[in-house]
């Protein structure tokens, strides 16, 4: 039999696999589905599509908003690993502008999960440079980007990511929950001493689309150079975020 003629092997299907892949691409063909409404393209049982519902949100790649199920982070980074963005609103260049008038690191971040990952940064500061071009997950409780990451979660899905927490982080928790509604209030996260070496820290501005905080932009550094300059700062976060959001 010669090359041409050599049947073609089909690659085999995974049950699990397909079902997968057709829950995310029924949640973004939509506006947002219900628990219900899954099952019902899958043409599965309610008990079967919810075990793997829980598993997606839980890994980042669904979100879900009043029981209804979007698209989470995750697919979108991957796309980034793959050259694409996750952030349609805040490019480059806004990083760069931040880094010019504070002085200070400007990232901007995202959920994955349990997992506060940099996409981009502006910044001649090594760690936080290699943090985002190596895409190093953080977690979010550790991060004044993750906490304002964190404040516009689910009650549910906080709650929960919060019980996971061990002892070292208690106080951070208590912390975050005493500020949390200051936070969803305020728009501006200010100094909230989240980090794990006490003398960083930063200043963040969440990011909406389609109502919602897909990510956040920081000015971090040490404490000694935004301390002296939070006021300045949070001002240029906000004006900033006006014009991020001003393109629609």
Same mark, same amino acid.
């Given at each position: 039999?010669?090359?041409?003629?050599?049947?073609?092997?089909?690659?085999?299907?995974?049950?699990?696999?397909?079902?997968?892949?057709? =829950?995310?691409?029924?949640? $973004?063909? %939509?506006?947002?589905?219900?628990?219900?409404?899954?099952?019902?393209?899958?043409?599965?049982?309610?008990? *079967?599509?919810?075990?793997?519902?829980?598993?997606?949100?839980?890994?980042?790649?669904?979100?879900?908003?009043?029981?209804?199920?979007?698209?989470?982070?995750?697919?979108?980074?991957?796309?980034?690993?793959?050259?694409?963005?996750?952030?349609?609103?805040?490019?480059?260049?806004?990083?760069?502008?931040?880094?010019?008038?504070?002085?200070?690191?400007?990232?901007?971040?995202? $959920?994955?999960?349990?997992?506060?990952?940099?996409?981009?940064?502006? *910044?001649?500061?090594?760690?936080?440079?290699?943090? $985002?071009?190596?895409?190093?997950?953080?977690?979010?409780?550790?991060? %004044?980007?993750?906490?304002?990451?964190?404040?516009?979660?689910?009650?549910?899905?906080?709650?929960?990511?919060?019980?996971?927490?061990?002892?070292?982080?208690?106080?951070?928790?208590?912390?975050?929950?005493?500020?949390?509604?200051? =936070? /969803? *209030?305020?728009?501006?996260?200010?100094?909230?001493?989240?980090?794990?070496?006490?003398?960083?820290?930063?200043?963040?501005?969440?990011?909406?689309?389609?109502?919602?905080?897909?990510?956040?932009?920081?000015?971090?550094?040490?404490? %000694?150079?935004?301390?002296?300059?939070?006021?300045?700062?949070?001002?240029?976060? /906000?004006?900033?975020?006006?014009?991020?959001?001003?393109?629609?």
């Amino acid at each position: 039999m010669g090359e041409s003629e050599r049947p073609t092997r089909v690659r085999p299907r995974h049950r699990m696999v397909d079902r997968v892949a057709a =829950i995310l691409e029924a949640v $973004a063909r %939509s506006d947002g589905l219900s628990l219900t409404e899954i099952a019902r393209r899958l043409d599965a049982p309610v008990s *079967s599509a919810q075990g793997l519902v829980n598993g997606l949100v839980a890994t980042g790649y669904l979100d879900e908003r009043g029981r209804v199920y979007q698209l989470g982070v995750a697919p979108y980074f991957i796309n980034l690993l793959a050259g694409r963005p996750a952030v349609h609103r805040v490019g480059h260049d806004d990083l760069l502008a931040l880094h010019a008038e504070t002085g200070n690191t400007a990232v901007v971040a995202v $959920a994955v999960g349990a997992d506060v990952v940099y996409l981009d940064h502006c *910044s001649t500061e090594p760690r936080t440079a290699y943090l $985002a071009e190596r895409f190093i997950r953080r977690q979010l409780i550790r991060t %004044s980007t993750g906490w304002l990451l964190l404040a516009d979660w689910e009650q549910r899905d906080l709650w929960a990511y919060l019980e996971t927490l061990g002892p070292e982080d208690s106080d951070r928790v208590e912390r975050f929950l005493g500020a949390m509604d200051k =936070i /969803r *209030s305020g728009g501006v996260l200010v100094l909230p001493g989240a980090a794990e070496n006490p003398d960083l820290d930063g200043i963040a501005v969440p990011v909406r689309e389609r109502g919602r905080v897909v990510a956040a932009v920081g000015v971090v550094g040490p404490r %000694s150079a935004l301390v002296p300059h939070q006021d300045e700062i949070a001002d240029a976060l /906000r004006r900033h975020a006006a014009i991020w959001h001003a393109r629609g």
